[in-house]
């Protein structure tokens, strides 16, 4: 993965037909998203479960793109192993999910893959402060993690603009995870934000068969975004 800043979009499959994740999954390549976010839940850490390490294993052949895998669980650090063999491009973990979150990225870097750290909404940003040099990413929660189609939290806006001034020159992706719209796009994408990811903002009233509605999703999201870059 070479790192830059153009605009990317990252539908979560947390949104798509489970039954169907393989061709959910090329669907969404063929309709123009950048990467695939995968959004891992323990029900403990939140309040849902989804998925574990095979199905990312299972759906990765499927994936030419960017593999996200985004991990809500608490304990992390034992299962980020199984989550690099399955063939995650970028592993993220919550700085909330454990008490050592150096010893976590430098865990996932040690794999080979790339590492983001994700920040919920009521988490200030000096917690992470410490650990910027390590990371390849950081993924700013947007709504309460655990379910999909949440409002967005427009608190986090300034999160995102102060985080961009801290990152300065380092190659460091600012990912946006929960609520995005074509209404709220600008709005971090301005701040500072180049990765968002979307779930029902791009499946909402798509499927497989009809996978032009993703296109058009994407695409609507993705210009509002740019339009406020110009």
Not at 187 to 205: E, H, I, N, P, Q
């Amino acid at each position: 993965m070479n790192f830059d800043r153009s605009l990317k979009i990252a539908p979560s499959i947390l949104s798509a037909n489970f039954a169907n994740f393989g061709a959910e999954c090329e669907a969404i390549e063929k309709e123009g998203c950048d990467w695939v976010h995968i959004d891992v839940m323990d029900g403990h850490f939140v309040p849902n479960i989804t998925f574990g390490p095979q199905t990312c294993k299972a759906i990765r052949p499927h994936i030419k793109t960017v593999m996200d895998v985004h991990l809500m669980i608490s304990p992390v650090d034992g299962f980020i192993e199984a989550f690099a063999d399955s063939g995650a491009d970028i592993i993220t973990a919550h700085v909330e999910a454990g008490p050592h979150i150096h010893r976590t990225i430098q865990k996932i870097k040690s794999l080979g893959v790339k590492a983001g750290v994700a920040i919920n909404p009521g988490t200030s940003l000096s917690s992470i402060e410490y650990i910027l040099d390590m990371v390849d990413l950081v993924c700013v929660m947007t709504v309460n993690p655990g379910f999909g189609g949440q409002k967005f939290i427009h608190s986090q806006v300034e999160k995102v603009r102060i985080l961009r001034e801290m990152i300065g020159d380092r190659e460091i992706h600012i990912e946006i995870d929960g609520g995005v719209t074509p209404e709220t796009a600008p709005l971090v994408s301005k701040a500072g934000a180049d990765v968002l990811v979307a779930g029902s903002g791009v499946f909402g009233g798509g499927s497989v068969e009809n996978s032009s509605v993703y296109g058009k999703n994407i695409k609507e999201i993705r210009d509002s975004a740019n339009r406020v870059l110009k």
